[in-house]
T-cell receptor, first 114, second 114 residues
Framework: EAQVTQNPRYLITVTGKKLTVTCSQN?????MSWYRQDPGLGLRQIYY???????DKGDVPEGYKVSRKEKRNFPLILESPSPNQTSLYFC?????????????FGPGTRLTVL | RKEVEQDPGPFNVPEGATVAFNCTYS??????FFWYRQDCRKEPKLLMS???SGNEDGRFTAQLNRASQYISLLIRDSKLSDSATYLC???????????????FGKGTKLSVIP
């Protein structure tokens, strides 16, 4: 089954404790991205990757890091989480056409930073 | 003008009603347009792409007006299962890296009432 998986699905952590949210897709997609969704603000792109070892900032990259060492995986790293990073996070992937093709989203990771 | 703007609603309509959503976008260079559907606490899923000539998929019709920079979605014969938030999505640029970046509207909430 074609899918995007994220782990963990729910996470409660404390300020400053480094964490990683994993994202994996099995569709051989080249394009992957991370979004956060907050009430009243909608979905905002954090980082995106057009291929292995190619990443770039989205609209709200501050406080986040990503890496793309393999085509299928695109982890999101919060080196020192802060309460303003409490949010619902979605990973997405799409084919080479990227913005002109369907984005497949993972189920989301609900993060709370205390 | 905001990049992508939608009326947040909520739109409360009876079953069987016809409902229309509009969305305006600010970047005249955008070339790809979509409607995504998001159920409560779930990931967004593509509902339909929007083509210049307008397109229909069952009870759903999408229209694009490039001159006025707005997109519309018409839902006929509303079903209870249509209750969701509808996201208007536009790509940032026609070519280059930005064409792979999507801007999401904040969504319009629809509740279909028995």
């Amino acid at each position: 089954e074609a899918q995007v998986t994220q782990n963990p699905r729910y996470l409660i952590t404390v300020t400053g404790k480094k964490l990683t949210v994993t994202c994996s897709q099995n569709m051989n997609h080249e394009y992957m991205s991370w979004y956060r969704q907050d009430p009243g603000l909608g979905l905002r792109q954090i980082y995106y990757s057009m291929n292995v070892e190619v990443t770039d900032k989205g609209d709200v990259p501050e406080g986040y890091k990503v890496s793309r060492k393999e085509k299928r995986n695109f982890p999101l790293i919060l080196e020192s989480p802060s309460p303003n990073q409490t949010s619902l996070y979605f990973c997405a992937s799409s084919s080479r056409q990227g913005g002109t093709d369907t984005q497949y989203f993972g189920p989301g990771t609900r993060l709370t930073v205390l | 003008r905001k990049e992508v703007e939608q009326d947040p609603g909520p739109f409360n309509v009876p079953e069987g009603a016809t409902v229309a959503f509009n969305c305006t976008y600010s970047n005249s260079a955008s070339q790809s347009f979509f409607w995504y559907r998001q159920d409560c606490r779930k990931e967004p899923k593509l509902l339909m792409s929007v083509y210049s000539s307008g397109n229909e998929d069952g009870r759903f019709t999408a229209q694009l007006n490039r001159a006025s920079q707005y997109i519309s979605l018409l839902i006929r014969d509303s079903k209870l299962s249509d209750s969701a938030t509808y996201l208007c999505v536009v790509n940032k640029k026609y070519s280059g890296a930005g064409s792979y970046q999507l801007t999401f509207g904040k969504g319009t909430k629809l509740s279909v009432i028995p």
